[in-house]
T-cell receptor, first 109, second 114 residues
Framework: GQNIDQPTEMTATEGAIVQINCTYQTSGFNGLFWYQQHAGEAPTFLSYNVLDGLEEKGRFSSFLSRSKGYSYLLLKELQMKDSASYLC??????????FGAGTTVTVRA | EAQVTQNPRYLITVTGKKLTVTCSQNMNHEYMSWYRQDPGLGLRQIYY???????DKGDVPEGYKVSRKEKRNFPLILESPSPNQTSLYFCASSFFDRGPNEQYFGPGTRLTVT
C-alpha cells in the first residue's frame, strides 16, 4: 500500500483559515482525494487532484505537488459545521485507494 | 435517490459464526469497495471490484471474502469472525474511468465480535 501522513488534530477559531497537510509515498500515482467525515457518519467527497496545482471549490481548496508527494486542503472562513475529520486518500494505478488516518479539526467559537 | 445501502447497520455476533454484510448501489457504478475503519488507523481497504466477476485484494483482506455476481451488489463475507474483526465497515462505489470517480459511501455497519 501507500504511506500517507497527515496531522492527527488541528484546532482553529470560527472565521479563520486552516491548512491540513498530507504527504504520501506511492509506487504509481493516479489521483489524490480529500473526504470529510463527521462523527458517526460516512465520508463524503470534497476534492480531487490529479495534476499539480490548486483546485478551488467555494470555501475549500486543495493543492497537489506530485514531485514532492504533497497535498494540502485549505478551509477558509471556518464555520462550526466544519468540525469533522478530514481524510486524505491516494489512488494508485491499480485503482486501490489508500487513506491516511485522518485529521480531526475542531472549530471553536 | 442515488445511494449505497448496507445491511445490517449494527451486528453483535460470536466468534466463528459466519456472517454476511450486504452492500447494494443504484447508480450503475462499475467500481465497488469495502473498507474497515478503526481508531487511529483510518480507513483500510479490504477488497475492491472493478466490475462483475472481477475482485482484487486491498490492504487487509485476511479473514474476508467477497463476490461480485451482479453489478449492483457486493457482499462482504466473514466465514469465521474473530474479535479482531470488530470494527466499523463501509461499502463504497464509483464510476470507473470517468474523471475523478469519487467514491460514494454507504452508512456503515458496526460489527462487534465477542
Amino acid at each position: 500500500g501507500q504511506n500517507i501522513d497527515q496531522p492527527t488534530e488541528m484546532t482553529a477559531t470560527e472565521g479563520a483559515i486552516v491548512q491540513i497537510n498530507c504527504t504520501y509515498q506511492t509506487s504509481g500515482f493516479n489521483g489524490l482525494f480529500w473526504y470529510q467525515q463527521h462523527a458517526g457518519e460516512a465520508p463524503t467527497f470534497l476534492s480531487y487532484n490529479v495534476l499539480d496545482g490548486l483546485e478551488e471549490k467555494g470555501r475549500f481548496s486543495s493543492f497537489l505537488s506530485r514531485s514532492k508527494g504533497y497535498s494540502y486542503l485549505l478551509l477558509k472562513e471556518l464555520q462550526m459545521k466544519d468540525s469533522a475529520s478530514y481524510l486524505c486518500a491516494v489512488r494508485s494505478n491499480d485503482y486501490k485507494l489508500s487513506f491516511g488516518a485522518g485529521t480531526t479539526v475542531t472549530v471553536r467559537a | 435517490e442515488a445511494q449505497v445501502t448496507q445491511n445490517p447497520r449494527y451486528l453483535i455476533t460470536v466468534t466463528g459464526k459466519k456472517l454476511t454484510v450486504t452492500c447494494s448501489q443504484n447508480m450503475n457504478h462499475e467500481y465497488m469497495s469495502w473498507y474497515r475503519q478503526d481508531p487511529g488507523l483510518g480507513l483500510r481497504q479490504i477488497y475492491y471490484s472493478m466490475n462483475v466477476e472481477v475482485t482484487d485484494k486491498g490492504d487487509v483482506p485476511e479473514g474476508y471474502k467477497v463476490s461480485r455476481k451482479e453489478k449492483r451488489n457486493f457482499p462482504l463475507i466473514l466465514e469465521s469472525p474473530s474479535p479482531n474483526q470488530t470494527s466499523l465497515y463501509f461499502c463504497a462505489s464509483s464510476f470507473f474511468d470517468r474523471g475523478p470517480n469519487e467514491q460514494y459511501f454507504g452508512p456503515g455497519t458496526r460489527l462487534t465480535v465477542t
